[in-house]
């Protein structure tokens, strides 16, 4: 999808989410810098309840600037940020965790940033994936629209309840039948009972028994 509708509800999620999370990363960098931490040392200096080093002051101050960035622009560039963003947290905190006791610890972890890294990971995550990976979303999400071949806007008079069966009725190409009904036809004849005879189901073309 190349955007949300203007001002579509799930765009404020993904604003708000990112932003929220960015200004948090901003401020935990910049107050970095404000006590002059040595860059690369291993053991590092506790800033707001985590051990952070002039590297990771760094990193925290570019990835709150992107994401700050991306809740301005908003729509699907503020939700692919968050997506990403919490899957390189979720990595971050892995890494991290294996190499916290060696001399590769440049970014001065410890348990308590391991922790904070998985838990701004998932809500980025959550705030990023919120609204488009549901397996029940309604017929006026306007990516569960893309999916199924309808403009990201619902229109004047449109009926969602049939909107919504015609969907769930088959995945197929709309480009090809575009009220879906061939696979409405479908469930309906797989969900009806098959009219027997005494000897078994009628077979096509047959006569009828008077």
């Not at 999808?1 to 509800?9: A, F, I, Q, R, Y």
């Not at 972890?109 to 998932?122: L, Q």
């Not at 480009?175 to 004849?189: F, H, K, V």
Request: aromatic letters at 8%.
């Amino acid at each position: 999808m190349s955007g949300l509708p203007k001002n579509h509800k799930l765009g404020k999620v993904y604003r708000y989410g990112g932003g929220l999370t960015g200004t948090a990363l901003l401020a935990f960098g910049v107050l970095g810098f404000v006590n002059k931490l040595d860059f690369f040392s291993t053991s590092g200096k506790e800033i707001a309840g985590l051990s952070s080093n002039g590297a990771l002051s760094l990193i925290s101050v570019v990835v709150g600037v992107c994401l700050l960035g991306c809740a301005v622009v908003g729509g699907n560039t503020a939700s692919w940020a968050n997506s990403i963003f919490g899957w390189a947290f979720i990595l971050s905190g892995l890494v991290n965790l294996t190499i916290m006791r060696t001399d590769l610890n440049f970014l001065a972890f410890r348990m308590t940033n391991v922790i904070f890294s998985f838990v701004v990971g998932t809500a980025l995550i959550t705030f990023g994936m919120y609204g488009r990976v549901s397996g029940a979303l309604p017929p006026d999400n306007p990516y569960w629209r893309e999916r199924h071949g309808l403009p990201p806007e619902v229109q004047e008079g449109e009926d969602l309840e049939m909107e919504a069966l015609l969907g769930g009725a088959t995945d197929g190409d709309r480009g090809i039948d575009p009220q879906n009904m061939a696979g409405l036809a479908n469930r309906t004849e797989t969900t009806s009972p098959a009219p027997v005879l005494s000897g078994g189901p009628i077979l096509g073309g047959a006569p009828k028994q008077q």
